[in-house]
T-cell receptor
Framework: GENVEQHPSTLSVQEGDSAVIKCTYS??????FPWYKQELGKRPQLIID?????GEKKDQRIAVTLNKTAKHFSLHITETQPEDSAVYFCAAPNYGGSQGNLIFGKGTKLSVKP | DTAVSQTPKYLVTQMGNDKSIKCEQNLGHDTMYWYKQDSKKFLKIMFS???????INETVPNRFSPKSPDKAHLNLHINSLELGDSAVYFC????????????FGPGTRLTVL
């Protein structure tokens, strides 16, 4: 089955700096890589996703890059703001023994200091 | 309109009790899920239902049982609650599984005393 590793577990940046979170996956059949943001006490919400037929996707200050050969994908946040402070989760689909579910990374707690 | 709703938001109960958490989605999605988020914030899939059929059943204790009366609802029943069941439980739904956006409910914080 799929295994998703996420690093770092915590990340602290100064407002205006960039933040990068990296994830690796194990299943070469995986074809969809979402990123979820969870603010304190709130539900996880999708912020960006990428499919395996593209290498990069941008949406304003956030971008995701995918390296299928190396089996890793990264979230990039530029010009960070205090409201970017949250826990971020990457995920990849599991098409293995338990089919049809997303496997989430263990999360990265991002703190943006004003 | 709330896309995915759960009740109750908080649930405090004694060990050994039986409890249920309800989930409803008004997005017309075909698949619904239950996740458990522990104190370390790890999100783990417990169950998913696709068109009222259980598609996956992770290695959760059989004290947990999902019940889906129709495509818009997926309830979670927990028997003989244990201390380790304390967590936040999220319901979610998506149109396609698994390679599609999942919409999460607000979560139910379960505390077992």
């Amino acid at each position: 089955g799929e295994n998703v590793e996420q690093h770092p577990s915590t990340l602290s940046v100064q407002e205006g700096d960039s933040a990068v979170i990296k994830c690796t996956y194990s299943d070469s059949a995986s074809n969809y890589f979402p990123w979820y943001k969870q603010e304190l006490g709130k539900r996880p919400q999708l912020i960006i996703d990428i499919r395996s037929n593209v290498g990069e996707k941008k949406d304003q200050r956030i971008a995701v890059t995918l390296n299928k050969t190396a089996k890793h994908f990264s979230l990039h946040i530029t010009e960070t703001q205090p409201e970017d402070s949250a826990v971020y989760f990457c995920a990849a689909p599991n098409y293995g023994g338990s089919q049809g579910n997303l496997i989430f990374g263990k999360g990265t707690k991002l703190s943006v200091k004003p | 309109d709330t896309a995915v709703s759960q009740t109750p938001k908080y649930l405090v109960t004694q060990m050994g009790n039986d409890k249920s958490i309800k989930c409803e989605q008004n997005l017309g999605h075909d698949t619904m899920y239950w996740y458990k988020q522990d104190s370390k914030k790890f999100l783990k899939i417990m169950f998913s239902y696709n068109n009222k059929e259980l598609i996956i059943n992770e290695t959760v204790p059989n004290r947990f049982s999902p019940k889906s009366p129709d495509k818009a609802h997926l309830n979670l029943h927990i028997n003989s609650l244990e201390l380790g069941d304390s967590a936040v439980y999220f319901c979610a739904s998506s149109q396609v599984m698994p390679a599609d956006e999942q919409f999460f409910g607000p979560g139910t914080r379960l505390t077992v005393l």
